[in-house]
């Protein structure tokens, strides 16, 4: 078991996640069961407030929360990746195994599939949450 960080170090999660000073983070999802330490430290490591799903502003992650009955999860990620710059990615959050709503991995994949994001990394980012970062895939050729 690894040790508890020390308190002030919050922004770990956050810098694990990849999230950088100035990123514009969009969060999609939220409710009372979110996880208000990983919030903190997002708004923290970024120096920016979250914006909300219904922005006009061109974001660098999406933070989507998402558990087993919120809706079409194909359809939750397709909507998710129209506001996203074009490097952009998702870290969607599902609950842990053994958590009430908790997603299958199998889901997860054949909807990012649909929606023609890939998985490209999981992480853990607290008692209850798992993460699982989506990317767009790449098309052949790159640019033209």
């Known amino acids: 078991m690894s040790p508890t960080p020390p308190s002030g170090s919050g922004t770990g999660i956050a810098e694990r996640l990849g999230l950088k000073p100035g990123m514009i983070i969009m969060e999609s999802g939220y409710d009372d069961d979110a996880d208000e330490d990983l919030r903190d430290a997002v708004v923290e490591q970024t120096g920016e407030e979250m914006v909300e799903e219904d922005t006009d502003e061109v974001v660098d992650v999406v933070l989507l929360w998402y558990r087993d009955g919120d809706g079409d ?28 709503d908790y997603v299958e991995p199998s889901d997860i994949a054949e909807a990012a599939s649909i929606a023609g994001l890939s998985q490209t990394s999981i992480a853990t980012i607290g008692v209850d949450w798992s993460a699982a970062r989506l990317v767009g895939r790449k098309t052949p050729g790159g640019k033209k």
């Open 73 to 100: 999860l194909t359809d939750v990620l397709v909507d998710s990746i129209s506001p996203l710059a074009d490097d952009g990615y998702i870290w969607l959050l599902t609950p842990k195994r053994g958590r009430d």
